[in-house]
C-alpha cells in the first residue's frame, strides 16, 4: 500500500480506500442465495452486502439457458447501478447458464459463481454412493455434467433433479408435511444402504437440511453444500484484486427482492436469522 492509501494490484488497477468500501453484491432466483450470504457475514463482518433475490421470476430452474441469463443480467445491472465492487451469483441454475458471459461483461470486478459441491464429496469418498439434488436445469447443463465426467470416474454419482423443492422454500411454512412427502417421494427410489453423502446442489437447500436429517433418521449420510467454499471464494478473489475492506467495522447487510410481495423480505430475514444445522 502507498502512502495514499492506494493499492496496486497485478494488473496495474489502482484501488483505493473508496472502492474498497463499496458493496459485495449478491444474487439469487430467490431466498435460497441467503445460505451463501450468511456464511459470507460470518466470514467477512466488515463487508456491507447487498442481496437481490429474483422471487418475482423464480424459479429460474424451469426456464431456457437463454431466459436464465436474461433475468440474472438485469439483477447484476441492478447491483452494478447500486455500486458493488463484487458479485456472487449465489445460484447454481444461474451460475451455470450465465457466469461465463457475466464474467466476460464485467471484466472490472470479481464475478463468484457456485457450483454443486460435486467436487469435495467425490474426493473424500468411502467408496459408496453420492446423491446430487439440484435443479433440473442444473442438471441439464454441460457445465454440471462436465464436474460429474471429472469425478464419476472416483465415485458413483447419481444426479436427483427436484423440480418444486425451491419453491417449498419460497413459500416457506411451518407445516412441513409437504416437504416430508416430498423427500420420500424424491429419496425413496435413489437411497441405498451405501449412500455416504447428499450433496446440495441449489442454494435454497441447506435450508431444509433439519427436514433432510429427520427423513434419513440414523443413517450415517454427510449433507454437503457450496455456501462455504463460495464464501471464502468471494473473500480470496477480493483479497486478489485489492478490495477486501480491511477497516475495523462491522458491515451493514441490505435485502432486497424483485417481489411486491412483502412476505419475501420477511421470509429472507426469517433465513437470514435461522441456523443451520451441519
Ligand atoms: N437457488 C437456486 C439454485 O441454486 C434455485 C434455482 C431456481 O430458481 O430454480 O439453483
New binding site residues.
Given amino acids: 500500500m502507498n502512502q495514499r492509501g492506494t493499492k496496486r494490484i497485478k494488473r496495474g488497477t489502482k484501488r483505493t480506500m473508496n472502492d474498497r468500501l463499496r458493496p459485495v453484491g449478491v444474487m439469487?432466483?430467490?431466498v435460497?442465495?441467503i445460505s451463501v450470504l450468511k456464511k459470507a457475514v460470518e466470514i467477512m463482518p466488515y463487508e456491507d452486502f447487498i442481496y437481490y433475490g429474483?422471487s418475482a421470476n423464480?424459479?429460474?430452474?424451469?426456464?431456457t439457458t437463454e431466459d436464465i441469463k436474461d433475468h440474472t443480467f438485469l439483477v447484476a445491472e441492478k447491483l452494478r447501478a447500486m455500486g458493488i465492487k463484487a458479485l456472487c451469483v449465489?445460484?447454481?441454475?444461474?451460475?451455470?447458464a450465465a457466469i461465463k458471459d457475466l464474467r466476460a461483461a464485467y471484466r472490472d470486478m470479481p464475478v463468484i459463481g457456485?457450483e454443486p459441491a460435486v467436487k469435495p464429496a467425490a474426493l473424500s469418498t468411502r467408496g459408496g454412493t453420492i446423491i446430487v439434488m439440484?435443479?433440473p436445469?442444473?442438471i441439464r447443463q454441460n457445465k454440471f455434467n462436465d464436474l460429474l465426467r471429472t469425478y464419476d470416474k472416483d465415485a458413483r454419482i447419481i444426479p436427483l433433479p427436484c423440480e418444486g423443492l425451491?419453491e417449498m422454500v419460497e413459500n416457506w411454512s411451518d407445516d412441513k408435511a409437504p416437504l416430508m412427502e416430498y423427500l420420500d417421494m424424491k429419496l425413496k427410489p435413489v437411497l441405498r444402504d451405501d449412500t455416504e453423502t447428499i450433496v446440495l446442489?441449489?442454494?435454497?437447500?441447506p435450508f431444509i437440511k433439519r427436514e433432510l436429517r429427520e427423513y434419513l433418521g440414523d443413517r450415517d449420510i454427510a449433507l454437503i453444500d457450496g455456501s462455504e467454499g463460495t464464501a471464502r471464494q468471494i473473500r480470496r478473489r477480493l483479497i486478489e484484486e485489492g478490495l477486501l475492506n480491511e477497516e475495523d467495522r462491522t458491515g451493514t447487510v441490505t435485502i432486497l427482492n424483485s417481489s411486491d410481495d412483502p412476505k419475501m423480505i420477511d421470509i429472507s430475514r426469517k433465513l437470514f436469522d435461522m441456523e443451520i444445522q451441519d
Fill in positions: 439469487d432466483s430467490g435460497g442465495g429474483d423464480a424459479p429460474y430452474g424451469t426456464r449465489a445460484c447454481n441454475t444461474a451460475t451455470a457456485i439440484a435443479t436445469m442444473t425451491m446442489g441449489c442454494t435454497h437447500y
